[in-house]
C-alpha cells in the first residue's frame, strides 16, 4: 500500500486512525510506505504488459497494490510535470486508486451542478427517484455562456446576498459569499468565470447550541451540516460494481455568523447527531 502525502501536516484524529489501519495491515503482512508524487516519479515503475506498478526501494522492487492519496486534491499539489506524470503513472496502472482520477473528478462542484441540471439524474435513477432526490437540491448555476450561464451570471451580478460563488476545490476557505462575489468576480477575466458555480445559500432553522473551538466552549446559533460516507470498488475495465456501502458519517458545527465551516480549516467543530421526533 502507497500513501501519497506531502507532508503529514493533517489533524491527530485523522493521523491516529490511518496509523492503526497501516497497523493493522502490517499484522497481516501487507507492507505500507509513504511517499511524495515527486518521489514516485523517481522512484516507481510501469510495467506495460500487465501495468503492474513496482516501488523500487534499496534496489528491491515491491508491487503497489493500493494507492491512498492524502494529497494531491488541490492546483499546489502539482506544481511541475514531474508530479502530474506521477499521477498519470499511478492512474495507468492496475493498482486500486482512493480516489480514481474519475472518482476525484466526480466530486467537484462542476459535477455537482451538472447533476442538479433538467434531465440529468434520470439518465441514472428513475423518475420517481430523481424526483424524491432533485427536491433536496439547492439551486446550482453554471457561469459560463450558455442560457443557464447566463442566467448564473445575472444572478450573481444582482441578487449575490443569496448565493455562494464555489471553485473547484475541496477543504473549505476557498469559497466566495455573499455581497463579496461582486467584487470578486470584476477582478477576474470573464473568461475565467467558468471555472466556477453559483450555489443557492441553504438557509437552516435556528439552533442554539455549544461547541469547543480554541480550547473553550463557546456557545451561541450554530449550523449542522451532515457529510455521508460511502465506499466503492468496481472493475474498471468492465463497470462491475464489487462493493458499495455506506461508511459513517462526519457532523460539521459552525456558528451562524461564520460562512466557511471546514474543521481543518479551523471553522468548525466536529460534532454529533442526536435525533429526536
Known amino acids: 500500500m502507497l500513501s501519497i502525502s506531502v507532508c503529514w501536516s493533517m489533524s491527530c484524529c485523522r493521523r491516529k486512525s490511518i496509523r492503526k489501519v497501516v497497523t493493522e495491515c502490517t499484522r497481516h503482512g501487507i507492507k505500507s510506505y509513504r511517499s511524495s508524487l515527486q518521489s514516485v516519479a523517481n522512484n516507481t515503475q510501469l510495467l506495460d504488459l500487465d501495468k503492474r506498478l513496482l516501488l523500487v526501494r534499496r534496489g528491491k522492487a515491491s508491487e503497489i497494490s493500493v494507492v491512498y492519496y492524502r494529497s494531491g486534491y488541490g492546483p499546489d499539489d502539482y506544481p511541475t510535470p514531474v508530479e502530474w506524470a506521477a499521477r498519470l503513472r499511478i492512474e495507468c496502472s492496475r493498482a486500486i486508486k482512493c480516489p ?113 473551538r480554541h480550547g473553550g466552549v463557546m456557545s451561541g446559533p450554530v449550523v449542522n451540516e451532515l457529510g455521508v460516507f460511502g465506499t466503492i470498488l468496481w472493475n474498471q475495465k468492465t463497470g462491475e460494481i464489487l462493493h458499495n456501502n455506506n461508511a459513517g458519517y462526519l457532523l460539521r458545527t459552525k456558528f451562524q455568523d461564520s460562512n466557511e465551516g471546514g474543521v481543518a480549516a479551523g471553522f468548525g467543530s466536529i460534532g454529533s447527531c442526536y435525533l429526536t421526533d
Open 100 to 212: 480514481t482520477l474519475l472518482s476525484q473528478l466526480s466530486g467537484t462542484k462542476m459535477v455537482q451542478q451538472v447533476l442538479a441540471s433538467h434531465n440529468i439524474l434520470e439518465r441514472f435513477i428513475s423518475v420517481h427517484k430523481a424526483k424524491a432526490i432533485r427536491h433536496t437540491f439547492a439551486a446550482l448555476y453554471p457561469l459560463d455562456e450558455s442560457p443557464e450561464g447566463l442566467q448564473g451570471r445575472d444572478l450573481a451580478l444582482n441578487s449575490s446576498e443569496k448565493y455562494v460563488l464555489k471553485p473547484q476545490r475541496e477543504g473549505g476557505g476557498n469559497n466566495i459569499y455573499k455581497g463579496d462575489i461582486l467584487h470578486f468576480l470584476k477582478t477576474l477575466p470573464k473568461e475565467q468565470w467558468s471555472a466556477y458555480i453559483l450555489m443557492e445559500l441553504i438557509e437552516p432553522p435556528d439552533i442554539e447550541n455549544s461547541i469547543i
